[in-house]
């Protein structure tokens, strides 16, 4: 469940409707098929070192064990920066939705509501924040199952479906006018930057698999199916959205979070009857926020307190309540999610895009760090005269999979903000806005290789059977619903 509930947000909600209308649906369709592909096979990467090496750092351990410790040091702390700029994010989009029922009380004061139940929720054990992640999924994957029976039923006629100009739902919207694919090829690329975001939060399988009880079992279950469901819950949903909206219906073109009556799952259940529908929506994608922001908070917890065991972050963040948190990491990592008060200062919409656009490249830097960690892990396996055959999990398709998630993974990441290149001036605010990941991640693996004199590790030196932040898994005092 937290394997599906990380792929499933406001990016599929809400983003979904702006693909379609901005490329059409079936631009919009391999889009979605194809980040969906990348992520499976990032997943894989991700489940195989997980099932052999399961530890909270997961990424981070991985990349200071098997390519070099200025690498590991480099990508915690951007995976930690990360998921605590997300919850801000988060509670901010959380306040522009709460304004829906309640236009006169104050964002600010939902920001902090909201920051104080997630806090809670991760304070106490590992078990507050699995429940609330189960039943966030939940919530979602039903939405996700109720919209694509109805849209179905519509398409086959069974209930109605009001359309414009006389079209019939189904192919006859799919290929209206310069439908399916608008726009031609830039169009194409700029939705499917956009779509590499919609899926962010996948890889916190491997940041769970620290603290699950039999992670050799239950990580290569949930990667084995991640493909199936993303195939499912976005390719099925993009299709219908596109044979029951055409792209250039105009409540699509001004779809984001500011208007969640707009969500193009709202669109279709109003237009099936249900009046309701918008209502239902928001609930649905408030929850999806707050389920972002769970996730956050965990992941990035996980990641501080990681470190510190391994003396890449102060060492007051590796402590340990008796529950087995480390309350001290989730303090800092809440007084980073603060941010979101700046809503109080300025407009919400303003703080959003702000705090997006800051976040935005880390998430595909640490994929990057995904497949560069896999690659080198298995390659050292082999070198050391290894039997893949003990693997708890093998990922297919080996070397294809890392090497096909990295060049993909580093063309969205360059190719994110290009149209600021493309004008006779360069919006060079918008450049660093967009870009300044890259190099704050270059400058961390750097500074920390000339600070230490570290180098990258030969694959015959690569060390396979350090427990590194996994040994202190003996030390949680987890409860039986770790």
Sequence with gaps: MIAIGGSIGTGLFLASGATVASAGPGSALLAYALMGIMVYFLMTSLG????????????????????????GFALGWNYWYNWAITIAVELAAAAIIMHYWFPSVPG?????????????????SVKGFGEAEFWFSLLKVVTIIAFIALGLLMIFQIMGAPMK?????????????????????????????????????????????????????????????????????????ILIIGMLLPYNDPSLLHNDVKDVGESPFT?????SGLAFAAGIMNAVILSAVLSAGNSGMYASTRMLYTMACNGMAPRVFSRLSRNGVPRYALAATTVIAGLCFLSSLYSNDQVYLWLLNSSGMTGFIAWLGIAICHFRFRRA????????????????????????????????????????FT?????????LATYIGIPLFLALWLGYRWRFKTRLIPLDKVDLDHPSCAAARSDLKLDKAA
């Excluded at 669109?267 to 237009?271: A, G, S, T």
């Excluded at 396996?381 to 039997?387: I, M, S």
């Excluded at 004008?423 to 450049?431: K, L, P």
């Design 48 to 71: 195989e070192m997980a099932a052999y090496m399961p530890a909270a750092g997961s990424f981070q351990v991985y990349g200071s064990h098997f390519v070099d410790p200025a690498f």
């Design 108 to 124: 600010v004061i939902w920001s902090g509501a909201f920051l104080a139940v997630i806090l809670l929720l991760n304070w106490f």
């Design 165 to 237: 100009e006389g079209l019939e739902p189904g192919l006859q919207v799919f290929n209206y006018k310069e439908a399916p694919f608008v726009g031609g090829f830039p169009a194409y690329i700029g939705v499917t930057l956009i779509v590499g975001f919609s899926f962010q939060g996948t890889e916190l399988i491997g940041v769970a698999a620290g603290e699950s009880s039999d992670p050799g079992k239950t990580i290569p279950m949930a990667t084995r199916q991640i493909f199936w469901r993303i195939l499912m819950f976005y390719g099925l949903s």
């Design 267 to 271: 669109l279709v259940f109003q237009r």
């Design 381 to 420: 396996y082999v070198r050391q005269g290894r039997d893949l055959s003990v693997l708890r999990y093998r990922a297919k398709w080996f070397p294809f999979g890392p090497l096909f998630a990295f060049a993909l993974c580093l063309v969205v990441m360059l190719g994110q903000n290009y149209m600021a």
């Design 423 to 431: 004008s006779r001036s360069i919006d060079w605010h918008s450049v």
